[in-house]
């Protein structure tokens, strides 16, 4: 057996006869990724030139809240779910060289991802469930709102079922191969989010789906923020794996290198299965009712958890400067001029691990039992935000939208000048916006507020100067998100139809596993992560439940 035999193969793709069941199913699920996006950036200008105190017609407090309801869910939760979807089904196609299986469940999962997309967002719209993305209560909402999400959560389940029964198949005919490691990746995505959603499922069926149904009088909200976080976290590790397997398995062939160390990239996503749970509460620093203790505990995993991180930014950052020297580099830096700048889902991963970088930086300091009560509910959590799951996740996903659509539907990318100019442009619209919300939030104002004047406090006028570039930055981003979506439109409508590309993953520089190893043990992993979580959770939860809790009735301000 040759080297070449051993690695996963590329499948056919569509043909001019049309597309098969995976390029229908992955575009299915990207074009809701896409549209909610559009939707959601929209919004998202309207909100940025509001803080700065720019008085738009319609804008009031009303209206600002049901927008950043809709942008952080159309964002945080719909884009990013749906995409993620699309590419997980792409990778077991296009590594495992089959199609997901079983279909009816896949598309059954489509289906009630999508109703449960619509009724949340119609109910946001309608201007009933201005509870803003983490939906904490006693804020309360239209139970449509919470309906919906649990549809988009099962929608999600039925998700993580097919690649699991579909890795199943493959291991089968398989039983020595070494997953490929993109799939490798998507599975841990999905081991994380099974582990994740179960706190977001017990909070909407169990405390808010009933109370606001009207079956129950009052809520627990410390219990509810407890569930929330316990997946609020883990759920941004859903998020950002994707985005490593995307740098991981294809960046370094766009960069024309190699992956520079294929065990370490397989450790990383084993260490975030272990990892990406036990560590809630450090959303929950400022809240009563849980102990320092346990917050200790959680801040040390939360440490942790930065280091598989580390060694993605080493191990990427390695693959590219193997690519820059494979195009003859010799000096210590003279590579990064080779790299292909040009190219949309190098520049996009490049600039969003820059931003990236910048956002690690802030979230050390947010994760800091200390430091977390100078910056916590302030604009400095909102710049930080959006560099990480803003930047470094949309920012990828947009690139690899670039690569993936013409790969699926068999037409040349359109207006491809707009997706060259596109990254530089959210990569400096991002540094305006971030950098100025890192810094007025440091000067106290505060997340989630309408208007910088803040009732004309003389405090607030020191912002001024900075909400403005804020809003600046919101503008290059705004016309960044049109380019992205003139690009994904145009494809779809005008591209040149053409055989479509196959999708080439990355070969690791050495050295290479052959063989199943103890990476791919996804039960005993999984085992283990769930102990960390009873361990990090079990005691704080009893906790609570003993004492003598109070509920608050529902409130619905706007
Ligand atoms: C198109 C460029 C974008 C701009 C100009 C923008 C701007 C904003 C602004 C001004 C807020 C409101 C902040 C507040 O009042 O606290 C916000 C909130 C938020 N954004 Fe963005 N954003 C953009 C893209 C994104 C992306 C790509 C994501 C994630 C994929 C994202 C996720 C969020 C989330 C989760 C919230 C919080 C909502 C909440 O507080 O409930 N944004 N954004
Ligand atoms: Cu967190």
Request: charged residues 10%.
């Amino acid at each position: 057996m040759t080297r070449a035999d051993r690695r996963p193969r590329e499948v056919p793709t569509a043909s001019r006869a049309g597309p098969r069941f995976t390029e229908k199913l992955a575009q299915a699920h990207l074009w809701v990724a896409v549209l909610a996006f559009g939707i959601a950036s929209a919004m998202a200008l309207m909100q940025a030139l509001s803080r700065a105190s720019l008085d738009l017609p319609w804008r009031t407090a009303g209206m600002y809240y049901l927008s950043v309801t809709a942008h952080g869910v159309l964002m945080a939760l719909v884009f990013t779910t749906f995409f993620i979807m699309a590419f997980g089904y792409v990778v077991v196609s296009r590594t495992l060289s089959r199609e997901p299986a079983p279909r009816v469940l896949a598309w059954t999962g489509y289906w009630l991802a999508l109703t449960g997309t619509l009724a949340t967002t119609g109910t946001i719209l309608s201007g009933k469930a201005s509870v803003l993305y983490t939906f904490y209560p006693p804020l309360m909402a239209h139970p449509l709102f919470y309906i919906g999400l649990a549809l988009v959560v099962v929608g999600s389940w039925c998700w993580s079922a097919v690649m699991l029964l579909s890795y199943r198949a493959w291991r089968r005919a398989n039983p020595d191969a070494p997953t490929p490691l993109a799939m490798h990746g998507m599975i841990a995505t999905v081991i994380v989010w099974l582990i994740a959603t179960v706190g977001v499922a017990a909070e909407d069926l169990i405390q808010l789906i009933p109370w606001s149904l009207g079956l129950v009088p009052t809520i627990d909200p410390v219990l509810a923020r407890m569930l929330f976080w316990y997946f609020g976290h883990p759920l941004v590790y859903f998020w950002l794996l994707p985005a490593y397997v995307i740098w991981y398995t294809l960046l370094p062939r766009v960069a024309g290198g190699k992956l520079f160390s294929d065990p370490l990239a397989r450790l990383v996503f084993v260490l975030f299965i272990l990892l990406s749970a036990p560590v809630g509460f450090h959303h929950q620093f400022m809240d009563p009712g849980v102990s320092a203790g346990w917050k200790m505990v959680h801040t040390f995993l939360t440490f942790a958890i930065l280091f598989p991180s580390f060694i993605t930014a080493f191990t990427v950052t390695a693959s590219m400067e193997v690519g820059g020297r494979a195009k003859g580099a010799t000096g210590l830096f003279d590579w990064i001029a080779k790299l292909p700048w040009r190219d949309p889902l190098f520049s996009s991963i490049a600039l969003s691990m820059i931003l990236f970088a910048i956002g690690g930086i802030g979230g050390a300091i947010n994760a800091s039992f200390g430091m977390n009560a100078v910056v916590h509910n302030t604009a400095f959590i909102q710049g930080h935000f959006h560099l990480t799951v803003g930047s470094a996740v949309a920012l990828t996903f947009m690139g690899a939208a670039y690569y993936l659509l013409p790969r699926l539907s068999g037409r040349e990318l359109e207006l491809g000048l707009l997706a060259r100019v596109q990254p530089y442009l959210w990569f400096v619209g991002m540094m305006l916006f971030s950098i100025s919300n890192h810094m007025t939030g440091l000067m106290g104002m505060p997340r989630r507020i309408y208007d910088a004047s803040y009732g004309g406090s003389a405090a607030a006028a020191a912002w001024r100067g900075l909400t403005g570039i804020s809003a600046v930055g919101g503008v290059f981003l705004f016309v960044s998100a049109g380019f992205f979506m003139l690009v994904m439109i145009g494809t779809a409508l005008a591209g040149r139809r053409r055989e479509p590309e196959p999708i080439l993953w990355a070969e690791p520089l050495s050295p290479e596993i052959t063989r199943r190893t103890v990476f791919d043990r996804y039960a005993l992993w999984t085992a283990i992560a769930i102990l960390l979580v009873i361990v990090a959770y079990a005691y704080p939860l009893w906790a609570h439940l003993r004492m003598a809790r109070f509920g608050s009735p529902g409130f619905s301000p706007f």
